[in-house]
């Protein structure tokens, strides 16, 4: 009998020293345990938890009920999902929360895992899990939000002026030229051609200050660093930032007696999917990040090339360059050489942003020579490409006409839509709110509605997108907003509407939805 002795203290001993190891362990990683009893209802936690709540262990057991009644309300239904979904489906509980414990100001993060407990039978018998504090890296990650957002409204203010002079230079080139027009108008003989002209440089002048505001809108999009992807030019993008970045690398740096210069040299058809909002995003703290580096002016080259199945987008400078040690750091979260100008997340959201897109990023730089960021993107396939814009069937023919419903509370734009549309041979009505809207359709079928999005108080394109769509599946649906860059096209589809086009938009837009429609439906 004494072997037996000894091989079962030797096991006793081995037990109690797995058991200390795992609780040294649970103390160093501000974890603890927690078991659900399915029969009993009763919910127990670990001493350790109760520690971290600075509570006795008894005021944290009790029935779930009571249990979630500790749970912040926002995460109560997410806890019990998830709790369901463990017990039903076998699945592994694994879910987020806060919980406000019963001392004052105890409000905690916890990370809940666990795995359900069955019999033989493979009923549910409870749930058996571990709960991790983490606190401190929410709180941590809510900082980093903060400087993030920080940073992007640096920027965006940086910008500020720059647009605010774009804007002016094109309404001074619209009304100066109407006015030249008008008086031309108005003497005996007018110079028809000249007028022409006139009038040419007025639409261009206001498609152009349109361009700037949507590209205003495309950055401060922040929220969304890639929704559903659609076909981007690298080119395209680099030519917008390089005009919205214009204060920083041109204006700012003149006032400050060190010019930079800065060239843009893209190839053609070498497209990505991704976000347009995004990449514009990451090639502005690119360029900012040059120009910090150029103390005594120089250069800044942005490049986009095709290269097999992938687009590399390239940010050059001409200035100081970085050391191996620094180069090792560029992307850590917070790492900055800039001191208290500096929130050390610009690299960072760039890395974000190219992993995002299924890119690589690459470094090259050399003290004294400069410096050049690479991103390299997967080509645009054809495959993931998604229309844009409403279905296209044959052109529309010659006379051939459909009834359009335009929605517009500013009465000078409904009469131009109107007025556009009717020239092409179609039925127009026009509606000035929802309402109004509503009693058209329900007397008439129409093949088309273009709507503003907003119609006043109260009222909205939204609304009426729903509407159609629920009452009338076959009328095609055109918003019309000036918030257009600000719109998710997937969003759009999914409330009922076909197409987005911002303000100003072009007659040659409205003609050609138009047509495209006409040429869909095939209605008289």
């Not at 020293?17 to 345990?33: C, E, K």
């Not at 990650?141 to 400087?147: M, T, Y």
């Not at 639409?203 to 349109?210: D, F, L």
């Not at 019309?480 to 969003?491: C, F, K, L, R, S």
Request: proline share 6%; aromatic share 4%; glycine share 10%.
């Amino acid at each position: 009998m004494e072997p037996e002795v000894d091989g079962t203290a030797c096991d006793s001993r081995t037990l109690q020293q797995i058991q200390l190891r795992l609780q040294m362990a649970l103390d160093a990683s501000n974890m603890g345990t927690w078991d659900y009893d399915l029969r009993r209802d009763r919910l127990e936690w670990s001493r350790e938890l109760a520690q971290m709540a600075g509570v006795p262990p008894h005021v944290l057991t009790g029935s779930l009920a009571e249990s979630l009644g500790s749970v912040h309300p926002e995460d109560r239904s997410k806890i019990e999902r998830a709790i369901r979904d463990t017990l039903d489906h076998d699945s592994e509980l694994n879910v987020e929360a806060r919980v406000r414990f019963r001392r004052p100001g105890s409000e905690r993060w916890l990370l809940l895992k666990g795995q359900a407990r069955r019999d033989e039978r493979g009923r549910p018998l409870g749930i058996t899990g571990v709960a991790m504090d983490i606190t401190n890296r929410k709180e941590a990650e809510a900082v980093h939000g903060r400087l993030a957002q920080s940073e992007r409204l640096r920027a965006l203010g940086e910008m500020a002026s720059g647009i605010a002079h774009d804007l002016n230079q094109s309404l001074a080139l619209i009304t100066g030229y109407s006015d030249m027009a008008r008086q031309e108008l108005s003497g005996d003989t007018p110079d028809v051609a000249r007028v022409r002209e006139m009038v040419g440089i007025t639409a261009q002048a206001a498609i152009e200050g349109g361009q700037v505001l949507r590209g205003l809108l495309s950055f401060v999009r922040t929220q969304e660093l890639l929704v559903e992807e659609e076909r981007v030019d690298p080119g395209e993008v680099l030519q917008d930032v390089a005009r919205l970045t214009a204060p920083r690398w041109r204006d700012a740096t003149q006032a400050e007696g060190r010019p930079i210069d800065l060239v843009v040299d893209a190839q053609p058809n070498c497209a990505i999917d991704g976000s347009p909002a995004a990449l514009r995003e990451a090639i502005t703290n690119l360029i900012f990040n040059a120009v910090d580096a150029l103390p005594r002016g120089g250069i800044i080259k942005l490049s986009a090339r095709c290269e097999d199945d992938h687009v590399v987008v390239e940010v050059s400078d001409s200035g100081m360059g970085m050391p191996p040690d620094v180069q090792a750091r560029v992307f850590d979260p917070f790492f900055t050489t800039k001191g208290e100008r500096g929130t050390g997340l610009g690299l960072p959201q760039v890395l974000t942003v190219v992993e995002r897109h299924g890119g690589t990023i690459e470094l090259d730089s050399r003290p004294g020579r400069g410096t050049t960021f690479r991103l390299k993107f997967p080509r645009a396939s054809d495959r993931r490409r998604r229309p844009e814009t409403l279905p296209r069937g044959p052109a529309a023919a010659p006379g051939q006409r459909i009834r359009i419903l335009v929605v517009e509370d500013e009465q000078q734009l409904a009469r131009m839509a109107g007025l556009v549309l009717r020239q092409r041979g179609h039925h127009v009505s026009v509606a000035a709110s929802v309402e109004e809207a509503l009693v058209y359709l329900r007397e008439e079928p129409f093949a088309l509605v273009i709507s503003d999005l907003g119609l006043g108080p109260g009222q909205n394109g939204w609304d009426l997108a729903e509407a159609v769509r629920e009452r009338w599946p076959a009328t095609r649906f055109v918003l019309v907003t000036g918030w257009g860059a600000a719109i998710d096209p997937a969003e759009a589809r999914q409330r009922g509407v076909d197409q987005v086009i911002p303000k100003p938009y072009r007659i040659a837009d409205l003609r050609q939805i138009a047509d495209d429609v006409a040429g869909v439906s095939g209605s008289g």
